[in-house]
């Protein structure tokens, strides 16, 4: 579980919903935000736009300073910009808000992103803008551009759309949604870089539900630069299993599960590699920009990195053997992943080959580790002179 400092040599344990821990950190510059709307103050329940504003957000002569939209079709797909669209609240408990916005801080707790959720009362962030749930579009662009110059945030709608005049679009009972590609410039899920504030559609017929909850944190991913890792089933069980913990695969967007992370193992490109069978490519990896991990590239992103409290470890959604061992003021990290739970089906490492996947962190804050689900143990040495969370 979390929040629990290791005082045995060796663990085992299954990570469940039920087992999240978030701690108060010390304050940090934050370099990201991600803001969650639900629609608190839409008027009357409903924000209205148009399929052209909320594609193409906010212009500048700048690119770095343009806002990105997401591109909503109707219901026979087709698009123009003068067409109505209607954001439309539903309803979710405060209970079902919180559990949601627990698991998507969670994910995002090893980064130096921070998750707002939006109310109807302001809020003042700690990049000192005030923000509060949105009336307009102009109140999303001046949320996204209130923070310090630099700062590259999403904007998370969960809602109903509706395109003029009806056409809700919900994509599925499951939910779904859609993240910019707007005409204003290249986005950074094409990029594989935060280069914009973003603005991204995430679509909900209301109430609690697994895909809604892991969705927020996948469609900001898609903000943040990253692509998908294994989308369609591959019909070999290890491999689905081993992507379930990952925020970037429908394998974890479509379970009933909150063991989510951007992993820190290497994962496999999904899309047209993996069309449903057999991945066309073992070895073609979710990450870009030279990275191995999902984790990594936001890692080593100037502008998102990594939360300066923590050093992150993860296993995967498999069956993992995490070892930590302690070499001077570094810790090695050697992750192991099985297709069973007697650990006797190792899973090659994608990319890389071999069954291990190691690197290094430093002893000098608190090591936060991800299990990923299933059955994982965790062998860590007594002596790291750290806490583990």
Known sequence: MFGIKLASKESSKRLHRSSLYIEQLEDRIVLAYMFVEFGDNF???????TQGAFRDVANDSVPGNRILGTQLVD???AFNAATPLDIVKQSFTLTNRAEMLAVVRRAYLPLNITVVELTAASQTT??????????SMTNVINTLRGGVVGSKDAYIFVA???IGGGNPRTYGPGGGGNSPTSALDTSDLSAASNAH????????????????????????????????????????????????????????????????????????????????????????????????????????????????????????????????TKSGAIANVVVQAFGDAAYSV???????????YSYTIPLTQTILIYGGGSNDRFIIDGNLGVNIK
């Open 75 to 77: 219901a026979v797909n």
């Open 160 to 162: 109903t759309f509706n």
């Open 197 to 324: 504030d973003d603005v991204a559609a995430l679509y909900s017929a209301g109430g609690f539900s697994f895909n809604t909850m892991n969705n927020i944190s996948h469609e900001a991913g898609h903000c943040f630069g990253l692509q998908h890792s294994i989308t369609n089933a591959t019909n070999i069980a290890e491999i689905d299993l081993f992507h379930q913990a990952e925020i970037m695969s429908y394998r974890n967007t479509n379970a009933t599960t909150s063991s989510i992370a951007f992993t820190r193992y290497p994962m496999i490109r999904g899309d047209s590699n993996s069309p449903g069978g057999p991945v066309l490519n073992y070895n073609s990896l979710a990450a870009r920009t030279g990275d191995s991990t999902l984790y990594d590239q936001l890692r080593t992103d100037a502008n998102v990195g990594v939360n300066p409290n923590l050093s992150f470890v993860s296993g995967t959604g498999a069956h993992d053997i995490i070892t930590i």
């Open 43 to 49: 008027p009357l329940g409903t924000l209205s736009t």
């Open 346 to 356: 190792p899973i090659t490492v994608p990319g890389l080959g071999g069954t291990t």
């Open 126 to 135: 700690a990049d000192g803008r005030t923000v509060a749930s949105a009336t």
